[in-house]
């Protein structure tokens, strides 16, 4: 499996605002996924895109989806502190390959 | 729903024991699970895929006479480090992918396992 690039991998944004990482990667898909890591610990499953879709929503998350470009984004409007963590791309059918992921820190 | 353990949380041994890590899937059945280490700042990196009641597969490149798989329920798998050296000082995650799941490769992750050899 190959790793994605993601960019930026680390992003500083104060409590309030938007926080935009983007994700890219090598295979064809079936649907790609997006994952929160805390400091330390495991990964929490946050939304599956399947590659017929272009955008999906979650609460205040958003991702997109283009499979011309091979490339996805996650978007979190009005971040919290607590949004602080490592979000991480993956995509596989069986087996998962990861991105590189972004740290996000959060400034209350 | 959808609960996966590992046991222990972190663990430090010294140079040339083993160590066995568990993962548990608490609510569900995984025919499959699957291992992985991550280094500080890193991304992880599957190590291997458990199937239960046959032998695991890894990926290029990890040693399987030194990471041992064991699958032998539908609720555990088993990653035992042999003769740790300080390079395997690592955090060592499992995932598990629902038996029902369907075609969607959702995996639900472990805790994660500290692993410090001295």
């Known amino acids: 499996s190959q790793q994605g690039e993601e960019d930026p991998q680390a992003l500083s944004i104060q409590e309030g605002e938007n926080a935009t990482m983007n994700c890219s990667y090598k295979t064809s898909i079936n649907n790609l996924q997006w994952y929160r890591q805390n400091s330390g610990r495991g990964l929490v499953h946050l939304i599956l895109?399947?590659?017929?879709?272009r955008e999906k929503h979650s609460g205040r998350l958003r991702v997109t989806l283009d499979t011309s470009k091979k490339s996805s984004s996650l978007l979190i409007t009005a971040s919290r502190a607590a949004d602080t963590a490592s979000y991480f791309c993956?995509?596989?059918?069986?087996?998962?390959?990861f991105g590189k992921g972004n740290q996000v820190v959060v400034i209350p | 729903g959808a609960v996966v353990s590992q046991h222990p949380s972190w663990v430090i041994c010294k140079s040339g024991t083993s160590v066995k890590i568990e993962c548990r899937s608490l609510?569900?059945?995984?025919?499959?699970m699957f291992w992985y280490r991550q280094f500080p700042k890193q991304s992880l990196m599957l190590m291997a895929t458990s199937n239960e009641g046959s032998k695991a597969t890894y990926e290029q490149g990890v040693e399987k006479d030194k990471f041992l798989i064991n699958h032998a329920s539908l609720t555990l798998s088993t990653l035992t480090v042999t003769s740790a050296h300080p390079e395997d000082s690592s955090f060592y995650i499992c995932?598990?992918?629902?038996?029902?799941?369907?075609?969607?490769?959702?995996?639900?992750f472990g805790p994660g396992t500290r692993l410090t050899v001295l």
């Open positions: 995932s598990a992918r629902d038996r029902v799941a369907g075609g969607l490769n959702e995996q639900f």
């Open positions: 609510d569900f059945q995984a025919t499959t």
């Open positions: 993956a995509w596989g059918n069986n087996r998962l390959a």
């Open positions: 895109i399947r590659s017929n879709e």
